[in-house]
């Protein structure tokens, strides 16, 4: 009889969590919540306790753990901060941790449920871009799975099962281009908040919205495509698709391209993770080719854009100097967010933390959480 796998979701209050739950629904005889986890959304968190009913749940905000502990039945553990995520994923009964928490803050509990050899499905990019040397190496230390949950990298997964990976010769990352693909660069000072979070495709976190708006979204996605597959920077290329419809591509040695098609809905991708290396059914809509009638395909303008060719600069120089990327991003995108800055200005903060911030080659944990430190008190200076 297959057991049931016990999953751990860090951030399932988040648009990723959601759908995870949906997935882990749909399959209750294959999986079972076990472990969720919240910042300080613990209305959400507790309608999720009581229709998945997990052992234990995480809540980062103390003040709001305690108000949580008053409203849940006390055979839930409500456990509490970064050591209570931590706690969670190294749990004997825990099975695989879907790692969905926003930016930096999903380092540390990945790097813990590898080390306690639990399959990871990665949908924090943060991770493998702030430590992808680490991070690969602890993976394969301790022998387990590391799965991308992003559409792109599993689109890239699909493409590549059955295949020599030897004989990949590049990697073709596609992206929509965000709500400001047609709007001229003149304009930017002038964009709002709102504007920003209108994604055309896609339903998401207000963090990567905007990050999908800037295009680093994509220069993250180069970063951990990179550490993911292997490949160097020169051989991983991004192509404008505003459709949504072909999630990535993989390009062979003859020429042959395979590209794996869809539409967008995040729980294929985390469905794939989770039932890999086997693909089972899913309800749901499915690409209807003569309504769509076409799809298109453009250069990004990296020039309007900037900050897709900042995560390029920052993944050739190595080292630190992701981690520069990655921490200069989130305070600024925080600070858009909270209407302290204006929209052009984003990638005008990376690109000074990026100048002038010394970069450490093979870093270790400790250089890692030293230079994302360092990085957010100098930006938060700048805002």
Not at 101 to 107: K, S, Y
Not at 193 to 219: C, F, Q, R, Y
Request: glycine fraction near 6%; charged fraction near 20%.
């Amino acid at each position: 009889m297959l057991k049931r796998k016990n999953i751990a979701i860090l951030g399932s209050t988040g648009s990723i969590g959601q759908n995870s739950l949906e997935v882990i629904r749909n399959f209750p005889d294959h999986f079972a919540a076990t472990y969720l986890t919240a910042n300080t959304n613990i209305d959400l968190l507790e309608q999720q306790i009581r229709l998945f009913h997990p052992r234990g749940v995480v809540v980062l905000d103390a003040g709001c753990a305690a108000t949580l502990r008053g409203r849940v039945d006390s055979s839930v553990e409500v456990l509490c901060g970064e050591d209570g995520l931590v706690q969670a994923v190294t749990r004997d009964e825990v099975d695989i941790v879907i790692s969905s928490l926003v930016g930096f803050a999903g380092l540390k509990p990945t790097i813990a449920a590898i080390q306690h050899h639990k399959r990871i499905a990665l949908a924090n990019k943060e991770t493998l871009v702030v430590a992808g040397g680490l991070i690969t190496s602890l993976v394969k230390e301790y022998g387990v799975d590391l799965l991308p949950v992003d559409s792109e990298h599993s689109a890239i997964l699909q493409c590549l099962a059955g295949e020599d990976r030897s004989l990949v010769t590049r990697l073709i990352l596609t992206a929509s281009g965000g709500p400001f693909l047609n709007t001229p660069s003149e304009l930017f000072p002038t964009l709002t908040v709102e504007n920003a979070l209108s994604h055309p495709n896609w339903k998401m976190g207000n963090k990567i919205t905007i990050d999908s708006a800037t295009l680093m979204n994509k220069g993250l996605e180069v970063i951990e495509a990179h550490w993911l597959f292997a490949l160097p920077a020169e051989r991983i290329h991004v192509v404008i698709h505003p459709q949504s419809i072909i999630h990535s591509m993989v390009e062979f040695v003859d020429g042959s391209i395979k590209a794996q098609l869809g539409l967008p809905d995040m729980k294929l991708p985390i469905q794939y993770a989770l039932s890999y290396p086997e693909r089972w059914p899913m309800n749901g809509a499915r690409v209807d080719f003569p309504a769509l009638r076409s799809m298109t395909f453009f250069e990004p303008d990296r020039a309007k854009f900037r900050c897709l060719d900042l995560a390029y600069d920052a993944l050739s120089l190595g080292g630190t100097a992701p981690t520069i990327l990655n921490a200069a991003n989130e305070m600024a995108v925080s600070a858009f967010l909270q209407h302290r800055i204006s929209f052009e200005k984003i990638p005008v903060a990376i690109e000074r933390a990026l100048s002038l911030h010394k970069t450490r080659p093979n870093p270790d944990l400790q250089d890692i959480i030293e230079a994302d430190r360092q990085v957010r008190a100098f930006v938060g200076t700048l805002l």
